[in-house]
């Protein structure tokens, strides 16, 4: 590993303004750089899918040819960020590297893709052994994984991956990750003056009120929470509010429970809204689906092995409460985990991260990939 190298690298990658929906300078960048390094790379039209926007940016995939008899091995990272996300600028302070200015730092996912670089540069370098491996760079991760979602998968030969976009220590991993479904509904009542004609109205706010009041939110089990995330309604101080709009997610862990928990918000407010003569229009979207892997499985056991090989404590194998694109390739069938990369405080411009577990996550990767 070359660190000057990987954060030169981070730094070139933050130079991209690429939130979600316009990762279209930063993948063309991934997608000659990685046939600089040998790959056979395709990149498809997921944005243009996505947004109807005209442009040929889109997912990255890149595939490398091993020279063991090992099973091929998947690793990704997303190539968006979340907003403020122009002109990001790092600078290093006491071996910490944050932020240099009011935009994110961009290290979700910037770290991690410098340090699949940083392997793939390493491997080709040292002409190190390895098995056939795959990259995929996604688009619109912070967006429920829409870039993820609408991959071929048919290219892939990889049973097992592992995505690197996890906060916190280096070493650590994540082996589950919930379900999640947001939801939109419309209160709809019936407006009159406030002062003159207050019986003749029908409160939205107050039928939204009382259906609210029923719901339990916050952590509702130790798999599931639940949240009422924005209500707005009415249009004047004296005028009983004909429409009131809420929005909200359920998370958990068991997917048919976090349904459950859906019927059950829809069901409490039709019950109020019958009661004061109103109606509810409810929709809502599964975003991505729950999965749990066994602490037995190759994938696994195998980054332990690697852990373990580069010199580091064991990992802790945690549950998160954030989805990613693993959420999508467990749903299509491959086994994967999330490994930590070197960020903290991200969806902040308070992000940063210590140079010392970047350099730690590459040595990973390295291992990971010639084990």
Known sequence: ??????????????????????????????????????????????LEQITGRKTKA???????????????????????TVKPAQNKK????????????????????????AEIIEMLTSIKEEKLSHPDIEVIFFVAEEEFG????????????????????????VGDAAISAP?????????????????????????????????????KTG?????????IGTISGGVGKNI???????????????????????????????EEAVKLNASVDFSYIENIFAYKIDKKECVVQKYLSAVAKAGYEPPKLINTFGGSDNNTFNKKGIHGIVIANAMNDVHTTKEYFELE???KATNICIALATS
Request: net charge negative; proline share 2%; hydrophobic share 40%.
């Open 357 to 359: 577990e970047f350099y």
């Open 179 to 215: 379900s999640i479904i947001s939801f939109e509904l419309t209160v709809t009542g019936k407006a009159s003056h406030a002062g003159f004609e207050p019986e003749s109205g029908i409160s939205s706010i107050m039928a939204s009120a009382k259906a609210i009041s029923r719901i």
């Open 240 to 270: 009983v509010p004909e429409k009131t709009f809420v929005t909200g997610e359920v998370r958990s862990m068991n997917h048919d429970f976090a349904l459950e928990q859906i019927n059950n918000i829809k069901r409490i407010f039709n």
């Open 146 to 169: 829409k870039g993820s979602a609408i991959f071929d998968y048919s290219k892939v030969k990889s049973k097992i991956a592992y995505v690197l976009d996890l906060s916190g220590r």
């Open 58 to 80: 889109g997912n990255i995939y890149g595939f490398l040819k091993g020279n063991t008899e090992e099973d091929p091995i998947l690793f990704s990272s997303h190539m968006d």
């Open 1 to 46: 590993m070359n660190k000057e190298r990987l954060l030169r690298e981070f730094n070139k990658l933050i130079s991209f303004d690429s939130p979600s929906f316009y990762e279209d300078e930063i993948a063309f960048y991934l997608y000659d750089k990685l046939k600089e390094l040998g790959l056979e790379v395709s990149m498809d039209n997921a």
């Open 219 to 227: 952590r509702i089990n130790d798999e599931t929470t639940l949240n």
């Open 90 to 113: 790092a600078v290093i302070q006491d071996r910490i590297v944050k932020s240099a200015g009011d935009a994110v730092l961009g290290a979700d996912d910037a770290t991690g893709i």
